[in-house]
């Protein structure tokens, strides 16, 4: 049986889930980005994890004002990706489509029929594996936002 935290944590997921897909887009996002720059500007263990990460991948040029700059890009970015995350059932599928760029050759496995790769893929042998992940690096095939 789950714990009080588990409770508390499952009720703010729907409730997140629930006010988050109601809101206007530009409100949420506004919201979302606003609690980024605040849990940034407070420098909490997460955040200075973050940043020595980014200090190890920036390199030792790195003054701290550019570290700063990146780390508080990276909060916003993770900010939004949990927006998208949270309006993802109210997205329309042609604007989740429309906003990836092909690259490569795109075989579809699953067929579901809401995009265009889907509905215009030839089925696939019955004894070939399926996945719904997308071809891993170095197989040509890949998804990437549109310019």
Same mark, same amino acid.
């Given at each position: ?17 629930? *006010?988050? #897909? ?22 909490? @263990?997460? *955040?200075? /994890? ?10 030792? +040029?790195? +003054? ?32 989740? *489509? ?9 075989? /579809? /496995?699953?067929? #579901?029929?809401? #995009? /265009? @790769? #889907? ?17 891993? @690096? ?8 549109? @310019?």
């Amino acid at each position: 049986m789950p714990g009080i935290k588990d409770r508390i944590a499952d009720t703010a997921y729907q409730l997140g889930w629930s *006010v988050v #897909c109601r809101l206007p887009e530009r409100w949420a996002a506004g919201v979302f980005r606003w609690y980024a720059d605040v849990a940034w500007r407070r420098q909490g @263990p997460r *955040v200075q /994890t973050l940043e020595a990460n980014l200090r190890r991948v920036l390199g030792p +040029d790195a +003054d701290g004002q550019e570290l700063r700059a990146v780390s508080r890009e990276s909060m916003r970015s993770y900010a939004r990706y949990w927006l998208e995350v949270f309006r993802l059932p109210v997205i329309p599928v042609e604007r989740l *489509v429309s906003g990836m760029q092909e690259e490569g050759e795109i075989e /579809t /496995t699953l067929g #579901c029929g809401l #995009c /265009t @790769p #889907c509905s215009s893929a030839p089925a696939k042998a019955a004894s070939a594996p399926t996945s719904s992940l997308p071809a891993g @690096p170095g197989t040509g095939t890949s998804l990437s936002p549109a @310019p």
